[in-house]
């Protein structure tokens, strides 16, 4: 059983395109994270939030507490976008397998 | 700004030994939180620390595993004896408040046990 399911797992886009990641959970939670991990490993948080939406530059993010979802969207995506996207939720943060998104110059 | 801060980097050692990994969080972060990532299960968090205290410790592992977190600044994870399957990355993370912050992630230690 899965607590977090994210889609897609794959990912391929051309530079430029619209790209949305999705993060449906079935536990309570009072906040949301969502991570991108580089292909070197390295993980940085993008977003924490528990209602609305938020944006910070090209990424936005947006959760529907009733409906216990999440997304990600990515505005005219870039190379360097390229990364795993991973949605963690709740007090134990249970992890998403992750979107490995890759961008296509 | 220093950021969260691991070490080692790289760790290779064998079966049976003991291993410490160490994490200095953000100055002024009061809550830490230590991570395993593994191809087979992905990201897990093994134990976070609110003021020093540890706050939820299910997802140790085993008795093998230890943390601790003897002042604001410092944290270990042990693992004694250290196992083959504990071969993976090892995050650590800060936030200035609990698991509703985001969350500053160190480079994390690749630990390779023989």
């Known amino acids: 059983k899965n607590e977090v399911e994210q889609s897609p797992q794959n990912l391929t886009a051309q530079e430029g395109e619209f790209i949305t990641i999705n993060c449906s959970y079935s536990?309570?939670?009072?906040?949301l994270h969502w991570l991108q991990q580089h292909p070197g490993g390295g993980i940085v948080s993008l977003f924490m939030?528990?209602?609305g939406k938020k944006k910070h530059g090209r990424l936005i993010a947006t959760i529907n507490i009733q409906e216990k979802h999440s997304s990600l969207h990515i505005t005219a995506s870039h190379p360097r976008d390229s990364a795993v996207y991973i949605c963690a939720v709740g007090r134990q943060f249970y992890f998403g397998t992750g979107t490995s998104l890759t961008v296509i110059p | 700004d220093a950021g969260v801060i691991q070490s080692p980097r790289h760790e290779v050692t064998e079966m049976g030994q003991e291993v410490t990994l160490r994490c200095k969080p953000i100055s002024g972060h009061n809550s830490l939180f230590w991570y395993r990532q593994t191809m087979m299960r992905g990201l897990e968090l093994l134990i976070y620390f609110n003021n020093n205290v540890p706050i939820d410790d299910s997802g140790m592992p085993e008795d093998r595993f230890s943390a601790k977190m003897p002042n604001a600044s410092f944290s270990t994870l042990k693992i004694q004896p250290s196992e083959p399957r504990d071969s993976a990355v090892y995050f650590c993370?800060?936030?200035?408040?609990?698991?509703?912050?985001?969350?500053?992630f160190g480079d994390g230690t690749r630990l390779s046990i023989l």
């Open positions: 993370a800060s936030s200035s408040s609990g698991a509703s912050q985001p969350q500053h």
């Open positions: 536990v309570g939670i009072s906040a």
């Open positions: 939030l528990s209602s």
